[in-house]
Structures are given as structure tokens and as C-alpha cells.
């Protein structure tokens, strides 16, 4: 699978510690799954957790999805054991929560080696350090931490989330800079699927490559707002064809539905179409 056309429209948060839970994921259309030893977990479960999830994944039985660890930080007691236990797991990469500084991830890494890392991005400082955190060498993807945030600024809760437009937009420049995932934060009201429409289409304008839910019954929803439409795919297919014409031919400029097609729009073009078949791929 393209690397860079790879799905993440659905990334769910599954606790590290519940058997069921794990075992329930390897049956879910979703992209990628955070497989959580923070939140989700109690503290008197951290170190359990720990076992519960390395023997889930030894098991395997997650196919073409991400399977990414969170990390309790490394500020906790928890942290340094939950690292190091995760540069053993069979994941894709470890996620570490609060990421402020680069020095955190260099701290991750010399505990993991060359597992790539995921950070959380859920503070004022960690907004404002956003670029130097997506150019981390080892770094290849944000998660939005919304709810984290939105405590963190002090903010009212607004569907359409204008208080943290500043630093949603901060993080997508630096993730889109760098060439790394950005998935965009969870809704919380897991039955409201209308709210949820909403936001991810929200985030898929913004240029989120997916979204984090909390509950299985999200899933659809997701997978539909960040993959690309019908007329998406038609339109992408009939411009890629008119610019290849046009060159062929050389004449004149390639337009499309009334409007010109030039080079940049046949670049959007093939990524839409790389995406439409690794996800075919994924589902297939």
C-alpha cells in the first residue's frame, strides 16, 4: 500500500486492558486503532494493561490496520515502563500524550530505538510548538487532543469550534509541512450522528486525514466524510484525462466542467484516486 495515500478516516481509541475490547477490534472497519495504556486505563491496571495488549497483538488478527500504543507520559510514574514495553509490542508506532517539546520525543525515542512515534497534541504550548515538533525525524503523525485543549483554553463549547480554530490550524501548516498524518480529535456525543456528520466534515475541509473516535458507532460516519465521494473519484478520473489529451495533443489549455485544469489539479487528481484504491485495498 502507498504510504502516503494509506487511510486513517477512522482511528479508534480502544483501552489497552480489556480483552473484549481488544478482541472486538479485530472485527472493525476502522483504519487505525490507538490501542490506549493512558486513559483508559485505571492506575491500578497500568501494569496488567501492559501484558493484556503485548499478548493481544502477539495474537494479531488486526490485519491492514495502524496499530498505534499510547503511552502513559514519561513525567508519570508509568511512562518509562509503558515505552519500553511498547518497543516490544507488534505496533506500527507509539503515541505519546501532551507533547510540548522536542526533547520529549528525543526522550521517547532513546526508550523505544526506531519505532516511529505519534504525538498528542493537546496544549496551548504544544500548539505554538507545533512545527518544531512535526519536524522531529522520528515523528510521523499528530493526534488532536480536543477535549484536553478546549479545558486547556478555557474555551465554551461551540459546534463549530471556533476557539480552537488557532491551534487546529497551527498543527494542520506543521503536519502538512512536514508531510505527516494529522487526525483531528473526537466528538464526544458518540450517538449524535449528525453532530458528528458535521464535524468531520469540518475537519475533512481543514485537511484532517481522519478522525479519533471513542465508539464503534461512529465508524460509518467517519469513513464516509474522509474518504472520497463518487463525484470525487468521477471528477478526478475526467481531469486527469483532458490534461492527458491536451498534452497529447498539444493544444491549447485542458478544461473541465467549465473550469481549467492545470498541473496541480491532476496532482490533487491522483491522490484522490490513490486514496479511493488503498482503501479499497484496506476493505478488500
Known sequence: ???????????????GSKDRALDKARGLPVDAIIFDLEDAVAPNEKENARATLSAALDQGGYGNRMRIVRINGLDTQWGAADAKAAA????????????????????????????PIWAMMETPR?????????????????????????????????PDRLPMMAGLGLCLLAAKAEGIVIVDGVYNAFKDAEGLKAECDQGRDMGFD?????????????????????????LAKRQIAAFEDTEASGQGVAVVDGKIVENLHVVTARE?????????ELEG
Do not use: W
Open 1 to 15: 500500500m502507498d504510504q502516503r495515500a494509506r487511510p486513517y478516516r477512522s482511528v479508534l481509541y480502544i483501552p
Open 126 to 158: 504544544g500548539m505554538l510548538n507545533a512545527a518544531a515538533l512535526a519536524a522531529h525525524p522520528q515523528l510521523s503523525g499528530f493526534v488532536m487532543g480536543t477535549n484536553d485543549l478546549a479545558k486547556e483554553l478555557q474555551t465554551r463549547f461551540r
Open 272 to 280: 484522490i484516486l490513490a486514496k479511493a484504491d488503498a482503501i479499497a
Open 88 to 115: 516490544t509490542m507488534d505496533c506500527d508506532a507509539v503515541l505519546l500524550p501532551k507533547v510540548e517539546s522536542p526533547a520529549q520525543l528525543d526522550a521517547l525515542a532513546s526508550l523505544i530505538g526506531d519505532k
Open 210 to 234: 481522519g478522525k479519533t473516535l471513542i465508539h464503534p458507532a461512529q465508524i460509518d460516519v467517519a469513513n464516509a466524510a474522509f474518504a472520497p465521494s463518487e463525484a470525487e473519484i468521477d
